[in-house]
């Protein structure tokens, strides 16, 4: 609670005496009551009240005095203070010098001399009420606007931030409406893929149903070695599809381990020189595969194999019979560098964007009926990324084809 003064002005010392007794009597003990014979001294004793941290509600103010007259020291007073009530004591006022106050003092009151004690205590009391409302009012004003103030911030970064949450949403629904359509579109490959194995089994069996008397044996097994190999297709496309849907949800098992790649791709090696023996394509693996060099990468063994099998068997399966391919493998700074070059048709470079896609099968078709789903690189690709390898292919068309793959050693 501020402190509270009310200032009185003067030229006559009786007149202030009387003042000061009428206020003790209308207000509270707690109030200053500050008597002035002079303006200039009141304005100058207004200030220092203000100083000292003293609010001041009320001003009274003689007409006639030396050197400052009351509506001049009023009209000061007002400047300062606009809310404090002045109140000017009238004997020999004009109306020019009252209408002067009232227009540019905001007057509050004028008081006839001699006091009317009555009149003056509640002049007092009611100019202190006016006072202390509007100042309350103010108040309320002021912290109904910071108020306003701060819930009209609050508003602007809830709305910032729901903008935003949209957005995120609107491409969240757009991510997901080109999974779904990729996801249908593989579907629909897929289904088509096993649709026509499935078929060309249905119909082998429905001859070996009904014929099965007649048939002579050969034809059988003839018939019934197609199903077996139909169906091997078509299992190794399940085999892919569900591989896909384990990378693409996340749910590939991966442990990485230090191992050494050399073992893996001797087997493999040794495993695919056998088919190519029946399209006359001779394996030549590179001379780190006879020294005893370790070669170890920090990989997953079983994803590593399903990498190498898938390019080895790309390198066999669209390689022209009687051609050479070859298989290198060697350490250079951190990476362990695998290569398989074959003397196939090799890919233009638009194909070569392609190469890595879904369903991708390009122009070069297997060259000994083997059986195609486009899905082999994809995997390759997404595997040696869990691994955090890399791999790309080199070539230009009938040039043949280079497949590199690197992978991290455990010195990263
Ligand atoms: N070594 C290669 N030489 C030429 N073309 C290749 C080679 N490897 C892959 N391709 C082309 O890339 C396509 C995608 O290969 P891939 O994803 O392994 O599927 P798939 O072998 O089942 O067809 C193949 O259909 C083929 O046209
Ligand atoms: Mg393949």
């Known amino acids: 609670m501020d402190k509270l003064a009310i200032l009185c002005v003067d030229d006559e010392q009786t007149m202030l005496n009387g003042l000061k007794k009428a206020l003790r009597r209308a207000v509270d003990n707690e109030y200053l009551i500050e008597t002035l014979e002079c303006a200039q001294d009141a304005l100058v004793a207004m200030d220092e009240l203000w100083q000292d941290g003293y609010d001041v509600p009320i001003v009274i103010s003689d007409y006639i005095m030396p050197n400052m ?15 404090t009530r002045k109140i000017m004591l009238t004997g020999q006022a004009t109306i020019e010098a009252m209408g002067y106050v009232i227009n540019h003092a905001n007057l509050y009151r004028y008081i006839a001399k001699p006091l009317d004690l009555n009149d003056f205590n509640l002049t007092i009391k009611e100019a202190l009420n006016s006072y202390f409302q509007a100042r309350k009012l103010e108040q309320f004003y002021a912290t109904l606007e910071s108020k306003i103030v701060q819930r009209t911030r609050q508003l602007h970064e809830k709305n910032q931030q729901l903008t935003q949450l949209n957005q995120t949403l609107s491409e ?17 490959i897929a289904a088509h893929d096993l649709k026509n194995p499935l078929s060309a089994i249905q119909g082998v069996a ?11 044996k050969e034809e059988a097994i003839e018939m019934v070695g197609m199903i077996s190999s139909t169906s091997r297709k078509m299992f190794d496309l399940i085999k892919n599809i569900l591989d896909v849907n384990a ?9 990485l381990q230090v ?11 040794a495993q695919y020189a056998y088919q190519a023996k029946r399209k006359n394509i001779t394996l030549h693996a590179s001379e780190t595969f006879e020294t005893s060099d370790v070669l170890t990468a920090l990989v997953d063994n079983n994803l590593v194999h399903q990498v190498m099998d898938n390019l080895l068997s790309n390198a066999v399966k669209y390689s022209p019979h009687g051609k050479d391919i ?17 003397e196939g048709p090799g890919l233009s470079e638009a194909e070569q964007q392609k190469l890595f896609g879904k369903f991708s099968r390009l122009t070069p078709k297997p ?26 292919c080199e070539s230009g068309l009938g040039q043949g084809a280079t497949f ?9």
Not at 206 to 216: G, Q, T
Not at 328 to 340: A, F, W
């Open 69 to 83: 007259k009351g509506d001049e020291f009023l009209r000061r007073v007002h400047a300062l203070s606009p809310k």
């Open 172 to 188: 969240k629904n757009d991510q997901l409406i080109k999974l779904n359509q990729e996801k249908n579109e593989f579907l629909s």
């Open 206 to 216: 429905c001859v070996i149903e009904s014929d099965y008397d007649e048939m002579p």
């Open 247 to 255: 990378i693409e949800s996340g749910k590939t098992k991966i442990s």
């Open 259 to 269: 191992v050494d790649i050399l073992p893996t791709l001797q087997s493999l090696v």
């Open 326 to 342: 070859f298989v290198r493998l060697s350490q250079c700074k951190n990476l362990i560098h695998c290569e398989i070059q074959d």
């Open 367 to 392: 060259t000994g009926d083997e059986h195609s789903t486009g899905l082999g690189l994809f995997i390759v690709k997404k595997l040696v990324k869990i691994m955090n390898g890399n791999v790309w």
């Open 404 to 412: 590199i793959v690197e992978f991290p050693t455990d010195k990263n």
